[in-house]
């Protein structure tokens, strides 16, 4: 068995998840045969399969860290994904909810009932709670809020009244304060009866009797410096603390600068309110730095890998229509000039909308493969289903856009048959847009090359090139005689 402790390798974590992918595929082989067989007890041999493979599961994912766990689940389809989350009884659901990625917590949180989140979200402390909030239905909050005692959902209301960049959202509570007037003998015997430290503590906390923040007493002075002598004489007066209000930005800066484990969060009276602790800023970095990375190709941070097509249609749709304003903005300059440019004036202005259309497509599916790629996600058995919900959703927004197009067009032009074309060069480009998207990263990758690199100026060009060569091969065919 792996200790839940242990730091797994990447090696590692690609082997669970494909032992896991085939003891998916192994039950839903075994379910299917067991439909189209003639028996007649279909129910009890059913219950008796799905309560072995639940145990193989169980016993698969039950001794892993919930990060590692929460890797497994981002790296699996929706069905799979919540077979294998039911099969999770580790008592680490909680923080499984808290490793996965915002749209992957959704879909797990979507098939739970409210009595079991409360249970679950029981086992966290309120600032984790706290990280949970936004997707637990106000049922589930209830409940949560009514099981706390008045202490913690001081702490929990507390943390929800910031907003998500501000320190007071990322602090929590587990803290060690103590007075300047005791000896340190006296801190060690107290934390000796405490029987375990906080994680991330590399500090206490000194503070007077308004709980004002005095200095901090690192570890190092706990241990290096006689027990004999007071905590006033040891402690650190200079030290670095962020007031509860402050952009969590600069206390991003702030620990890298200064390489902080822990560092206190104060109100404007310099009152002790909490603490900020690296684990903290480390997910707040990583999320915004996924967020930044999605949405320069224009990909909501909560579009899951596997999501349903529509999910993902109408999480993309926002960013191509304004590409469609930008682009008609830039060819109406163009149109400006009809008068001089003669037979091929409408072609001149609503060549390059093809061109731009396409190339933000293929972007946004190139970002979403080389995060997925960086992170692990795609693997030989799934990367055939993804590929197949990519030019599903290409097919989706290749009529969507290229209906919007040809109407816009008639409107400006009065011409059905060049509306026509419009219509068809905008769906065919989308269309090798993601074959171009996927296939860019996916094969760079194949051959040990980092796909991020040169993605997207090969994409471009591929793009540009191809939008142009259809919608003038198409006007050259249907328009011109």
Known sequence: ???????????????????????????QLEKSLLERSPANNHELVAAMLQNQHQARLQEKLVYLHPADTAFILESLPLDQRKTAWEAIKSGHDGQILLEVSDAVRQTLISGMAAEELATVAGQL??????????????????????????????????????????????????????RNDLTLKAIIAYIRRLGKLPSHTDKLFVVDQHNKVQGILPLQRLLTHLPSRQVADVMVTDFVRFQIDQEAAEAVRAFERYDLISAPVVDSQGKLQGRLCVDNILDFMREKSDEDLLSQAGVGEEEDL??????????????????????????????????IIL???????????????????????????????????????NVGRMIKKELTLAVINGIF???????????????????????????INLLVAV??????????????????????VIL??????????????????????
């Open 1 to 27: 068995m792996q200790s839940s402790e242990k730091i797994h390798s990447a090696q590692f974590l690609e082997q669970q998840l494909q032992e896991v992918t085939t003891l998916l595929e192994k039950q």
């Open 435 to 456: 074959v171009v998207g996927l296939g860019i990263p996916l094969l760079r990758h194949k051959f040990g090359m980092d796909p991020a690199v040169g993605t997207s």
């Open 306 to 339: 596997f999501s349903s097509v529509w999910k993902s249609a109408r999480n993309r749709w926002g960013w191509l229509l304004i590409n469609i304003g930008t682009a008609f903005a830039s060819t109406r300059i163009i149109g400006l000039f009809e008068d």
């Open 125 to 178: 402390n309120t600032d984790e709670i706290a990280d949970l909030a936004a997707d637990l239905p106000k049922r589930t909050m209830l409940k949560i809020l009514r099981s706390l005692n008045s202490k913690e959902r001081k702490h929990l209301n507390a943390i929800l009244s910031y907003q998500e960049n501000q320190v007071g959202a990322l602090m929590d509570f587990g803290m060690i304060t103590i």
């Open 460 to 481: 471009t060009a591929v793009t540009d090139s191809m939008g142009f060569f259809i919608f003038l091969g198409l006007a050259s065919l249907f328009l011109i005689k």
């Open 401 to 427: 856009i290229g209906f919007i197009m040809g109407l816009v067009s008639l409107l400006l032009y009065q011409d059905i048959a060049l509306s026509a074309v419009m219509a068809a060069a905008m769906f």
């Open 343 to 381: 037979q091929l004036v409408a072609l001149a202005s609503l060549m390059p909308i093809i061109a731009a259309m396409g190339g933000n497509t293929g972007n946004q599916t190139s970002m979403l493969i080389i995060r997925s790629l960086a992170l692990g996600q795609i693997t030989p058995g």
